[in-house]
């Protein structure tokens, strides 16, 4: 019977956060794309190609609120000299007109109306008297005012170019034009598109759902009292806050204690509505760590690519972390540290580019940029790992927020920037230029 | 009696922009701050200052897996010369421990667990034998394998310096320290924070409840079909989804027809779930123009302040404009033009910095830069008047997407930037420097 601490393979080693998170994004694959109303696609990707199937415009319609006339009747009017036209009736906008303009004549017509047969442009009404007779008019009176509509005659005071205030039929697109690609990301613009086209639903893939559990017998929940040896329970609060904000919908499931078979049966139950699994702590080398005890074994002999695997990362913070997959349908688990900035830190290295590629999204990774140090005295990095810390960028410049100590969560919630110390790196000098991943 | 189009004040000369802005925002106040779970709170803005009740750590705890020690006991301690301690038992997380390390002994403790009384300093589990007696190990065995706790004896490989692996309590924060500032906006860190110091609830501004319709007798619901004459709704889609990219919870109630009183009994409807109300459409001069016709005259003179005033703005597109408030609550309302692209437009420069404010954000507007016109040829704008052209920007560099017409909705699909030429320009050279609004 071997003494040591339970092993697998990945402990033997330290590996990088390049090769833990190339492993993590490998064995992810985008969701299957489901058809979702247009409104449920919101920030979700477009799996489809999609076409016009009919043109937009689809008739050639007024841009302006006026008269549609022929080009000859209003040829060289004025002020002074108007054109007088018969007005035939009102063409508004969603009621099929039946009207016809011959020489001679004008319709009423309102801004997105049909041009009716006969007419070749429209003259805004402010070139008009209105039908009024008394010069120019600045609008028409309301229908409830009015509600004969336009009768009569109107005096038209200036000439009009032929399609003059037209929009025509397929000006926006032509059917069969391509509207929007796949691999489309659907914000509101999109969606004004598509719904422009006419349709009411989409093939996207959805977003993921992401069960968040902490791990913890000395976890509360805000709230509630403190007592001797326990403090709250962060971690399950701020990852399905993060979960939501990466696109994800977030079930929070909150603290479980530190019992193997409690931890085991909660995340079976869970499974069924997770696309995806995040824990934290219990990941460590503790004989308390329920995580790794309850999950390292789990893998299914009949099952290939199925267990969890634990490791140790060349970073800081984050070193001791998880990954595998669960259940018959494989659904992937992120086992992060439970020190609330290793697990904020974590996620956002790991957890978040994996829900961004089940989303079906390409640009997984947050933002990062070059910034010079601001800082008192040099940053101290341990050679070997690849260390995070938190800072605050504006204009160019990081400035570290906080120390270096993994349960700083207060530093942590006035930082907006990770600062990348390499590998190689031991110290950073003020006013040296720095990596930093910016978190928006 | 009159023969012209009805009247209100505001339509009788052009409003700049930027006047129409400032009228809007002077007369929207944030909304009412309300006590929210953290998790719903989230994108909030706190309306208290947030002190820290109880320092964090709120106890000297153990960063590591390891034996709690005394310094004096494993001074000089190697692998050659290990100290030998004797093991009293386990200090686990959450486990309010009567252990006692008393001269020439050790505690086997878990990270976050309590530091016992004489303890002054944790060896990790690496710099010692774990009770085997076999070199170093690893890790602990896991509780479920060796469920009867530490005994026995450990050999200690290295010396510890006083407090070393050891959080001091209040090293995070202290007991009356600020943790937050009344206007921060409440994002995954920040709700890391008030977990951890035991909030399970914050004050804060709700996010507005927005209440989108569009109006015109011509709108279809997309995945329906068109009879002649008619389009698609895309405004209530469109603005629904920008509404709640902004932060508001939208509701899309749809394309009312253009009928007065149908258009009233649906506001009035609706006004109980809205702190804000967007109607599209029928705010021109047509005879049609539903909204100008239902709205301009519901101000109730025992309410002062009521009612909605409808303008012509200096702009293109969305030159004619509504905005006021209506019933008993003085619910703001802002009527947009019924054109898709000047919908949109005017939803960015005008409801986002609306709805933005009621959630009591100080920054509402949308990032703004300057960029080198990459064109073919030079824009063109209608003098005295602001145009907001569809751009895509990269890298310094901004391209008009599309034409000007106010009804180009697959350019605005393409776009992720506005291009803005101002009131007293009405040509711009490929290669001159624009203003430009983000949209990203």
Sequence with gaps: MSTAAPHSPGQDRLWSVDEHLEDVLTAIRPLEPIELHLLDAQGCVLVEDVTVPVSLPPFDNSSMDGYAVRVADVA????????????????????????????????????????????????????????????????????????????????????????????????????????????????????????????????????????????????????????DGQIYDSNSFALTAAARDAGAIAYRVGAVVDDADTLRSTVDDQLVRADLMVTTGGVSVGAYDVVKEAL?????????????????????????????????????????????????????????PAIRTLMGLTDVHRPTTRATLTADRPLTSPRGRRQFLRGSYADGAVRPVGGAGSHLVAALAHADALIVVPEDVESVEPGAEVEVVLLG
């Design 76 to 227: 060289g009017a004025s002020e002074e000299f108007p054109a007088a036209l018969e007005v035939v009736g009102d063409v508004a906008a969603g009621q099929p007109g039946l009207l016809q303009v011959g020489p001679g004549q004008a319709a009423r017509i309102m801004t997105g109306a049909p041009l009716p047969p006969g007419a070749e442009a429209v003259v805004p009404v402010e070139w008009t008297d209105g039908g009024l007779g008394e010069g120019p008019v600045d609008g028409m009176r309301a229908r409830s005012l009015a509600p004969e509509g336009a009768t009569g005659h109107v005096r038209v005071h200036r000439p009009a170019e032929a399609r003059a205030h037209v929009r025509a039929q397929g000006s926006d697109v032509r059917a069969g034009d391509r509207a929007l690609e796949a691999g489309t990301v659907l914000g509101p613009p999109q969606i004004a598109l598509l719904a422009a086209i006419g349709r009411g639903t989409v093939r996207v893939r959805p977003r993921p759902r992401v069960v968040v559990l902490s791990t913890g017998s000395e976890l509360v929940q805000p709230g509630e009292q403190l007592a």
């Design 296 to 352: 390292a074994h789990v893998g299914d002999e009949d099952e290939p690519g199925s267990g969890v695997e634990f490791r140790k990362l060349a970073m800081q913070p984050g070193k001791p972390q998880g990954f595998g997959t669960l259940g018959p349908d494989h659904i992937p688990l992120l086992a992060l540290p439970g020190n609330p900035v290793s697990s904020y830190v974590s996620f956002e290295l790991f957890v978040r």
